[in-house]
């Protein structure tokens, strides 16, 4: 259950009705349920205890989410509740009446869960596949937990260290501690200044009692909002909830409203933080309106058009002023006044009293320098472009629609939507003006000032008011109710050849909105050709964007916002990987952009700069990161390629300094030696036109040659290196980092591989009931996130085994112990029938859930087509087969034929000696007697 505490750009994501459904009529509602409102296909009804209800029928992806949200979050805590919110959510997933093991049911149900909490409020939401029995489950449970879970004391005492642990996964960051102290500063009495996970104190002392009755008070059917999101049958679906949620009565307490209300601030407040790190940041923070004022569209636009990349005014006086390597900006949308966010990361060698100057100067500039009809154009066209998109994806409306709940209603978003269309450069001046002023910030020193000019933040106005006869725009067309089994994916797709050797997978399909997903690999090279170049390789395919023979970097990224279409580029070992978003009437204006970026990019001298300030900024932030550090190192140890391979592994340090060596030209030589499609594959999923894209494929990449010949670098086993364990001091690190891995002779379509995948989820690859998180996480509380993971290539007989854990430094021997207690338990004893019959259920649905998804598909297809002989997903569907009819006996077998404990290599990284330190402190004798007097 992660909290979100960054959002880095937070956008509402929701998706808008379908015409052709018909809603229910009044007297087809069960007694005592009401219809309150609809807008774009999104339903509200409520319940006679109190419950609202909302449903949003979407038949084009075989899924369906429950999303429970419960208005509930810190801004609702107490004095020594700090965190009370976030604890309870984890507590919720212990067990309630009628559903003992929850993670259990979540797996054996194939679902994509979480649970989150923030300043608002906290949701609980479940994806998985449509059909009525998984329904019914998910509605059961939620209405249990509602007002059946345990709430026990023997939970708390193993979820409070795993929440401490979350804790102190924060405090290794030195920017998300900074982001603390910075609204710690900025608010004196409201709870928005405390952050939503709470002080350690609070969390490791908070009285099990006290808990319990924060749970009461709150989870109850007049305090939450149930909405149902994918392919389902409306009025079947209002039946079940009458049946299971209408049974719970309404509460007699009344709930208190939050009353706190934040004064007016009287001047710049200033807070520093020293701690270890190879970095320098810079944070400021404004009090702003709520996400229910009109002006808090206007700030979005505001906070876009000063942070966006390239042109972004903060962008081009830091990074582009060489003064800082990054920055970013947000401000959430909360039920309060709530905050503008900015942060610059400053590298050593840079100045960070000159990056404070030029962030602060850039802000009070606006008043001055008023922002362009071309600026605001651009901030609306991308956040637009956002909530288009996600307008599109059912599965994502339970989350973000939660934001809006708890800011005051579900219909602001709409609201938010309208009003963005409407802002103009004079609303974007004066929201800037009336808030964006020194005597608003959080940042630097005090100043007299002998006229302050001071910040007066609007109450937040009457939401009911605002949306009562909100009626919204017209809905977005339904795409069909597809079928994601292997025989139909197999059956639906069209695959060949064009040009010069370009393999394409096609699968046409009607989706939500039109959208469509496209995947294409290009691949290159050999293991000579390729000795030395890694690092080039990298660097062209982040150039590709960065300007053309007729576009310049910010035009690239304007068109694509205007086409309301995500693209992106990467490149690693032997391929360049694009992956697009957009929709079927923009497909061919984007392939257009595209091509123009993969065959006539110019690679411009001052963007390669910022690029390798970037890239050294990054890799320096993680320096001294346990996890960061513990993965490098365990990669290091378990792949030896030799220095200058391909695949070979560096240092930070030898990444920094080939980063400072690298040059353009060696950046453009690698494209003109290695950029070409004969060796390509494509894959299209969603809403296009087919024949149009096979000319597409054709026309704009079949001639595409690469000067240099590809030949695929088989996988080395390095079966030969011997096992270590590593521990690495991290100094000044509240939170260690554990890797393990060993190297397995398997391949993907080999008859142990199935046997080998099962063992591995039940051992830890399952959600919170696999065994590792059973008893590390669930029982023992060591450690919040723990797992194990399952590798074999799909051309080389080449697999990996092994596991993680994050934890406190403290718990390092509790930790080796409970990890080899549970490999050697799974050596000694196996799996049984029970346990593999569940994950066995568990696997399959999950699989249909992962199919269902048109970006993963095409991924996936792009993956196939590189083999030899392409792979169809008639490997899935055997794969399936083989996984339904295993037996104990046969998992058991495979685990001994591959696992083996004295061969797995083991890397540590945390501050062990002040764990040390401690430990030793807590177990040394108390004094006996007093002080002589003197």
């Not at 949306?467 to 994601?484: I, T």
Request: proline fraction near 5%; charged fraction near 25%; glycine fraction near 6%.
């Amino acid at each position: 259950m992660l909290p979100q505490r960054f959002k880095a750009r937070w956008l509402p994501v929701l998706a808008a009705g379908l015409l052709h459904f018909h809603f229910l009529s009044a007297q087809n509602l069960p007694e005592g349920v009401t219809k309150v409102t609809s807008v774009e296909g999104i339903t509200e009804y409520q319940l006679k205890n109190g419950l609202r209800v909302l449903l949003f029928p979407d038949p084009s992806k075989p899924t369906v989410t429950v999303n429970m949200t419960y208005l509930v979050g810190s801004r609702h805590e107490g004095y020594g509740e700090t965190g009370m919110a976030h604890l309870l959510e984890h507590l919720v997933f212990k067990g309630s009446t009628k559903h003992k093991n929850i993670p259990q049911e979540l797996t054996e149900h194939g679902c994509w869960p979480n649970g989150t909490t923030w300043y608002d409020r906290t949701n609980y939401f479940e994806t998985f596949s449509a059909n009525d029995e998984n329904l019914k489950w998910a509605l059961d449970l939620e209405s249990d937990r509602m007002v059946n879970s345990f709430i026990a004391a023997k939970d708390l005492e193993t979820e409070f260290s795993v929440v401490r642990n979350e804790f102190e996964m924060g405090e290794n960051s030195p920017q998300y501690v900074l982001m603390e102290r910075v609204l710690a500063s900025a608010y004196l009495w409201h709870n928005y200044g405390k952050s939503t996970i709470g002080s350690r104190e609070d969390i490791e002392k908070v009285p099990i009692e006290n808990l319990q009755a924060f749970y009461r008070k709150f989870y109850q059917p007049d305090n939450a909002i149930l909405l149902v999101a994918g392919k389902f049958d409306e009025a079947k679906t209002i039946g079940l909830i009458d049946q299971y949620f209408s049974p719970i009565p309404k509460p007699t307490r009344v709930l208190p409203k939050t009353y706190s209300v934040e004064p007016t601030q009287d001047g710049e407040r200033s807070v520093s933080l020293r701690r270890v790190g190879d970095t320098q940041g810079v944070a400021c923070a404004y009090h702003t309106p709520s996400g229910s004022h009109p002006d808090y569209a206007v700030l979005d636009v505001l906070v876009e058009l000063l942070t966006n990349e390239p042109s972004g005014r903060l962008y081009k006086s830091l990074v582009e002023g060489k003064k800082a390597a990054y920055q970013y900006g947000w401000t959430p949308s909360l039920h309060d006044p709530g905050f503008a966010y900015f942060y610059a990361e400053v590298r050593k060698e840079q100045s960070l009293d000159s990056a404070r100057t030029l962030m602060l100067g850039t802000f009070d500039e606006l008043a001055r320098r008023a922002p362009t009809a071309e600026e605001v154009e651009r901030s609306k066209t991308k956040l637009l472009k956002d909530i288009d998109l996600m307008f599109k994806n059912a599965d994502r409306v339970g989350l973000n629609l939660s934001e809006w709940m708890a800011a005051g209603d579900w219909r602001l978003i709409f609201l938010y939507r309208d009003r963005l269309k409407k802002v103009t450069p004079a609303d974007v001046q004066r929201v800037a003006a009336a808030y964006f002023k020194p005597s608003n910030r959080t940042v630097g020193v005090f100043v007299p000032d002998q006229k302050p000019d001071r910040a007066e933040i609007p109450e937040s106005p009457d939401v009911m008011a605002m949306v009562k006869d909100y009626k919204g725009d017209q809905s977005l067309s339904a795409g069909e109710a597809f079928d994601p089994s292997p025989a139909n994916i197999d059956a639906r797709t069209k695959r060949g050849q064009e040009g010069l050797g370009i393999k394409y997978a096609l699968l046409p399909k009607s989706t939500r909105g039109n959208s469509v997903n496209l995947s294409l690999r290009l691949r290159y090279g050999d293991e000579q050709s390729l000795m030395n170049k890694g690092l080039a390789a990298r660097f062209a395919a982040s150039m590709l964007e960065r300007g053309t023979k007729t576009r310049t970097y910010q035009q690239i990224r304007d068109e694509l916002d205007r086409l309301q279409a995500q693209a992106s580029v990467w490149g690693y070992g032997q391929s360049a990987d694009i992956r697009i978003e957009t929709s079927k009437e923009n497909l061919p204006a984007v392939m257009n952009l595209v091509m123009d970026c993969l065959k006539n990019s110019t690679f411009p001298a001052a963007e390669f700069e910022k690029l390798k300030q970037e890239a050294l900024a990054n890799i320096e932030s993680q320096k001294q990161e346990p996890q960061a550090i513990a993965q490098n190192v365990a990669e290091r140890l378990m792949n030896p390629y030799p220095k200058g391979h391909t695949f070979y592994t560096m240092t930070f340090d030898e990444e920094i300094e080939a980063i400072k060596a690298l040059k353009l030209e060696e950046v453009k030589q690698f494209y003109k030696d290695f950029y070409g499609a004969q060796n390509a594959t494509i894959a299209v999923v969603g809403a296009f036109d087919e024949a149009a894209m096979r000319k597409t494929i054709r026309d704009g990449l079949g001639s595409w040659k690469a000067a240099k010949p590809y030949t695929r670098i088989p996988l080395s086993l390095f079966a030969d290196v011997k096992p270590e364990v590593k521990s690495i001091q991290t100094n000044d690190k509240a939170n260690a980092m554990f890797v393990a891995g060993m190297k397995l002779p398997l391949r993907d379509d080999d008859p142990d591989f199935p046997a080998v995948y099962m063992a591995n989820y039940i051992l830890g690859d399952g959600f919170l009931n696999s065994r590792l998180a059973t008893r590390v996480r669930q029982k023992e509380g060591i450690s919040y996130g723990i797992g194990s993971f399952l590798y074999a290539d799909d051309n080389d007989k080449v697999g990996n085994f092994g596991s993680y854990a994050i934890y406190n430094p403290e718990n390092a021997e509790k930790l080796d112990q409970a990890f080899r207690e549970e490999v050697e338990k799974l050596l000694k004893e196996g799996v049984t029938a029970e346990e593999l019959k569940s994950a066995k259920a568990a696997v399959l649905q999950n699989n249909q859930v992962e199919r269902s998804q048109d970006g993963i598909l095409a991924g996936k297809w792009t993956q196939y087509l590189t083999k030899k002989e392409p792979r169809t997903f008639a490997y899935d569907a055997e794969l399936e087969k083989r996984i339904a009819a295993l037996t104990p006996e046969q998992v058991n077998a495979a685990v001994k034929k591959y696992i083996d404990y004295s061969r797995l290599t083991m890397v540590k990284a945390g501050d062990f000696e002040k764990a040390s330190k401690k430990l030793t402190e807590k177990q040394a004798p108390a004094s006996v007697g007093g002080a002589k007097n003197k």
